[in-house]
C-alpha cells in the first residue's frame, strides 16, 4: 500500500509545487508521471505478491476511517493511469502543435492525475464523491486552455456534470439515511433490496452515466473533447470517462444486492447496444475530425456498459475480464487517435475530415496511427480491442439465447468499422493542396503511434492479464 500512496502523492506535490512557483516546464511533469509510474508498479507487484491491502488514513477505526483499498483492478488502473500520463505529458511539452506550453495545463494534469490515483483507492461513496467533483472540475478547467472558442463546450460540460454530482450526492444521502454508514465495505454487508436502496442506485448510476458521457447522458462530451487542446482530449477519453465507470461497476457489484443487480443488468446492456449503434452512427456522420474521435467514444463506452450489464445479470467472470480490458484497450487506441487527429488538423490547417484526403503521402505516420488505433475499435485480431471482444462474445455463442447480445457486438463492430474505414478510404485519395505553413512534426507523430502499438502488444501479454482479472493471480 506504501507504493499505491507513493503513486498518488507524487502528482498531488507536483501540482502543489507547480502551482505555488508558477513554473510551466513540462519536464517536472514527465518526471513526477514517470515517479508515480514506477511506485504504481511497486503496488502491482505487491498485490500481486500480497493480495488485496487495505489502508485506514490517520489511525482511525472504522466506521470513521477514510479507507483505501488497493485491489488488482485498482493496482492495473494506476498503473494505466501514470502510463498515459506520461506519454500525453512528452507529446504535450514536444509537439509544435500541443497548445499546452507554458499554460496551466501542467499543474492541471497533475492534479488529474492524483485525483484518479485517490478515485481508484477509495472505497468509500461520499470520498467518491470528492474525487468526482475535482476529477470535473479539472477537466473543465483543461477545456478552456484552448481559447474562448472553448468557454461554451467547457461550461456546459461544467453545469451538466454538476447536475450528475446532486444526482450521485441525493443517493449518497439516502443511504446514508438508510444505514448509517458510507464505507463500501460496511454498507456491502447492510444492503436490502427494499425501494429506499433501489432509488438511490438508480439515482447515482444516473449521475455517473451523466459524468461518464454514457448514451444517451453524451451530449456535453464530443463538443468539449473536441474544443480542447490535443494533449487535453485524449487525457479526457482515455482516462475521465472511466472514474465514473469504476465507481458504477464498484456500486452495482459489491454494494447492491444482487438481484437489484440482476435486474438493473439488461437496462444497462441494452443503454450499451444502443450507444454502439447510434454514437457509431455519429461518428460516422461527423464532419470533423475530433468530433468524430469523440463520438466514437461515445460508441466505444457501449461495449463496457453491455459487459458491465452482462456481468451484473449473469456473474460469469469472463465478462468482468472484458469489461477491464475494454478499459485498457479503449483508453490506449484514444489517446493515439486524438494525437494522431491533433498533430493531422493542426498540420494540415483544417479541421475537416476532408482535409485528410491523400494523408497517407502528406503525413503516413499520423495516419497510419489513427489506423492502427482504428484497427482495434474495429477489433482485428490480434490487437486489444480484439482480445476484450473474443473475451466478451465467448459466453454469448455457447448459448443461442445470448445471441441477440452477440448480434448487438457484431452491429456494433461492423458500425465502427465504417467510420474507421471512412477516414481510411479518404487518405488514399489523392492529396490535397497542403497548408502554406506545413511543417509535420514527426516525433509527436511517432508518439501518436506509441499507445497504438501499445495496444496491439496487448496480445503478447494476454495470458497474464486475463488471470489477473480472473483474479488468479495474488
Request: some cysteine; hydrophobic content about 60%.
Amino acid at each position: 500500500m506504501n507504493f499505491a500512496l507513493i503513486s498518488l502523492l507524487i502528482p498531488l506535490l507536483m501540482a502543489l509545487f507547480l502551482l505555488v512557483s508558477q513554473m510551466r516546464a513540462g519536464w517536472w511533469m514527465m518526471a513526477s508521471s514517470l515517479l508515480s509510474l514506477l511506485a504504481a508498479l511497486g503496488a502491482l507487484q505487491s498485490v500481486i505478491d500480497d493480495g488485496s491491502q487495505w489502508l485506514n488514513l490517520g489511525g482511525w477505526d472504522s466506521p470513521l476511517a477514510i479507507r483505501f483499498h488497493l485491489m488488482p483492478v485498482s493496482a492495473l488502473l494506476l498503473v494505466f493511469t501514470a502510463l498515459i500520463h506520461l506519454l500525453v505529458a512528452v507529446y504535450a511539452e514536444r509537439s509544435r502543435h500541443s497548445q499546452t506550453r507554458r499554460t496551466d495545463f501542467w499543474p492541471l494534469a497533475s492534479l488529474l492525475h492524483g485525483s484518479l490515483a485517490a478515485l481508484w483507492l477509495s472505497n468509500d461513496l461520499f470520498n467518491w464523491y470528492i474525487t468526482l467533483e475535482l476529477l470535473g472540475l479539472v477537466a473543465v478547467a483543461m477545456v478552456t486552455i484552448s481559447g474562448p472558442k472553448a468557454y461554451w463546450p467547457a461550461l456546459r460540460y461544467l453545469l451538466l456534470s454538476l447536475v450528475a454530482s446532486l444526482f450521485y450526492l441525493l443517493g449518497v444521502a439516502l443511504l446514508y439515511g438508510r444505514y448509517g454508514v458510507l464505507d463500501l465495505a460496511l454498507l456491502t454487508k447492510l444492503t436490502q433490496a427494499d425501494p429506499g436502496t433501489q432509488a438511490a442506485l438508480v439515482l447515482m448510476t444516473l449521475g455517473l452515466m451523466l459524468k461518464a458521457a454514457f448514451w444517451p447522458l453524451h451530449l456535453w462530451l464530443p463538443p468539449a473533447h473536441a474544443s480542447a487542446p490535443t494533449a487535453v482530449s485524449a487525457l479526457l477519453s482515455a482516462l475521465v470517462v472511466k472514474g465514473p465507470l469504476f465507481i458504477l461497476w464498484m456500486l452495482w457489484s459489491e454494494l447492491a444486492p444482487a438481484e437489484l443487480g440482476r435486474q438493473a443488468g439488461p437496462v444497462i446492456a441494452v443503454a450499451g447496444v444502443l450507444a454502439l449503434i447510434f454514437g457509431g452512427w455519429s461518428a460516422w456522420r461527423a464532419p470533423f475530425i475530433k468530433i468524430m474521435v469523440a463520438y466514437s467514444t461515445v460508441a466505444q463506452l457501449g461495449y463496457a456498459m453491455l459487459a458491465l450489464g452482462l456481468l451484473l445479470h449473469w456473474q460469469k467472470p469472463e465478462l468482468h475480464v472484458a469489461l477491464w480490458l475494454f478499459v485498457l484497450a479503449h483508453g490506449l487506441a484514444k489517446v493515439s487517435m486524438f494525437l494522431a487527429a491533433g498533430e493531422m488538423q493542426a498540420t494540415l490547417g483544417s479541421k475537416s475530415v476532408a482535409c485528410l484526403k491523400g494523408a497517407t503521402q502528406t503525413m503516413p505516420i499520423a495516419m497510419f496511427a489513427f489506423a492502427v488505433a482504428g484497427g482495434s475499435l474495429i477489433g482485428l485480431p490480434p490487437s486489444g480491442g480484439f482480445l476484450a471482444k473474443w473475451v466478451l462474445l465467448r459466453p454469448l455463442l455457447l448459448e443461442p439465447a445470448h445471441w441477440p447480445w452477440a448480434a448487438g457486438v457484431l452491429i456494433g463492430t461492423l458500425i465502427s468499422a465504417a467510420y474507421v474505414f471512412r477516414i481510411v478510404a479518404l487518405s488514399f485519395d489523392r492529396a490535397s493542396p497542403t497548408h502554406p505553413d506545413y511543417h509535420p512534426d514527426r516525433f509527436a507523430q511517432w508518439l501518436a503511434l506509441l499507445p497504438a502499438l501499445c495496444v496491439w502488444g496487448m496480445a503478447l501479454i494476454s495470458d497474464s492479464l486475463i488471470l489477473w482479472l480472473t483474479g488468479v493471480t495474488g
